[in-house]
């Protein structure tokens, strides 16, 4: 049953990424296979500058410098356009930085196409360097991890109501507990663990992953850290297993390929 519920889910998620209309696809030729991606309609500040320099052959010729398995593939960077090897790379360009457009259906999938950014302490506003782009390979998450991070957030809102409700009622438990009142002691139990109860089910900051983000994370895989800290501005919806060549190449210190992954070039699907 759960089985068919997460591929209700998928289905539905490929469904949605595919009615996409306000921007054609686009495909990402390079020399370890080709990916298809469509950009976002609900990003169009993204959507729109990506999709003036893929028709401007901005990043023809250009490498994915930055490789880390089992994360992302970055690539687009322009000083890394015929960059001798071994050399460090990957430079971006503050002239070329967009106000973030965060959407909560918008998460960091495996395929997830994303903007990458300079760090909080530079760039409180966590405006994108949208002079090149990253592709999410991540790792498939376990049922178990997926209820950690919601448990990560939710524990200490959970830890403040027993604190607040239940904590100053242990000296009459203790009471109740002494005088063998079993009846009592339960009763009381019940009502405090009741009242926890029925306040964590309505307090707010309290944070569930949504169905579809669950169902991509434990099928696809992902990057759940990255979420709400980076805009995504589409997908890869064919050639997923060229992210995971690219991803397997051995890299240098500086996480560069030891052997070039080139983007031969990106061009509007006709």
């Given at each position: 049953?759960?089985?068919?519920?997460?591929?209700?889910?998928?289905i539905a998620a490929a469904w949605s990424a595919r009615?996409?209309?306000?921007?054609?696809?686009?495909?990402?030729?390079?020399?370890?296979?080709?990916?298809?991606?469509?950009?976002?309609?609900?990003?169009?500040?993204?959507?729109?500058?990506y999709l003036k320099l893929v028709r401007e052959g901005y990043f023809n010729g250009t490498l994915f410098h930055r490789v880390v398995r089992d994360f992302v593939i970055q690539g687009g960077a322009q000083d890394s356009r015929n960059a001798p090897a071994g050399v460090q790379i990957g430079g971006g360009r503050t002239d070329m930085e967009l106000m973030p457009e965060f959407r909560t259906n918008r998460f960091h999938k495996k395929?997830?196409?994303?903007a990458p950014r300079r760090g909080d302490d530079e760039n409180p506003q966590k405006k994108s360097d949208a002079s090149q782009f990253y592709i999410v390979q991540g790792k498939v998450y376990t049922p178990g991890r997926l209820d950690t991070l919601e448990m990560i957030v939710n524990i200490p809102i959970k830890n403040k109501l027993i604190s607040t409700h239940y904590l100053p009622h242990r000296g009459r438990l203790d009471e109740l507990k002494a005088a063998n009142n079993a009846s009592g002691f339960n009763a009381l139990l019940d009502s405090l663990l009741n009242v926890v109860d029925s306040l964590y089910a309505a307090a707010p900051g309290k944070f569930l992953l949504p169905e579809e983000r669950?169902?991509?994370y434990a099928s696809l895989g992902g990057i759940d850290r990255l979420d709400g800290g980076y805009?995504?501005?589409g997908e890869v919806v064919e050639g997923l297993e060229v992210i995971d060549r690219i991803a397997a190449l051995p890299v240098d210190a500086n996480s560069r390929p030891e052997t070039d992954a080139k983007i031969i070039r990106i061009y509007v699907e006709e």
């Open positions: 049953m759960i089985r068919n519920i997460l591929t209700f889910i998928l009615a996409q209309n306000n921007y054609p696809a686009i495909v990402i030729e390079t020399g370890y296979g080709t990916m298809k991606a469509i950009l976002y309609d609900d990003t169009p500040v993204h959507s729109s500058h395929g997830a196409l994303a669950k169902a991509a805009t995504v501005f």
